[in-house]
């Protein structure tokens, strides 16, 4: 089992900047890509950002340019810096990681952007 934890959400300001992070531990052995999603009220689940054990990450269409994916293997744990905040990238923040076929999510931090 993967466990996941992120932290760093909280209230910002619009243009405003946070840095997500999210921590694994438990059998991190073998963990792959991982990756950041975000589901605003009444919205489905979307990808933010992902990040390969190798290659270049991936973003979103509706992040690119403002938000960085990063990853810290001696600490098991993947960033999310996010810039240029906006009110409509409010919502619940998620990792998700994959290792040998299976996924595993964490429980989520919230990310609210208002004036």
């Known amino acids: 089992q993967v466990h996941l934890v992120e932290s760093g959400g909280g209230l910002v300001q619009p243009g405003g900047s946070l840095r997500l992070s999210c921590v694994a531990s438990g059998s991190v052995v073998g963990i792959g890509s991982t990756s950041w999603w975000r589901q605003g009220s009444g919205n489905q689940r979307e990808m933010v950002a992902t990040?390969?054990?190798?290659?270049?990450?991936h973003y979103g269409d509706s992040v690119k340019g403002r938000f960085t994916i990063s990853r810290d293997n001696d600490k098991n744990t993947v960033y999310l810096q996010m810039n240029s905040l906006k009110p409509e990238d409010t919502a619940v923040y998620y990792c998700k990681v994959f290792r040998w076929g299976e996924i595993f999510w964490g429980q989520g931090t919230q990310v609210t952007v208002s004036s």
């Open positions: 990040i390969p054990t190798g290659g270049s990450p």
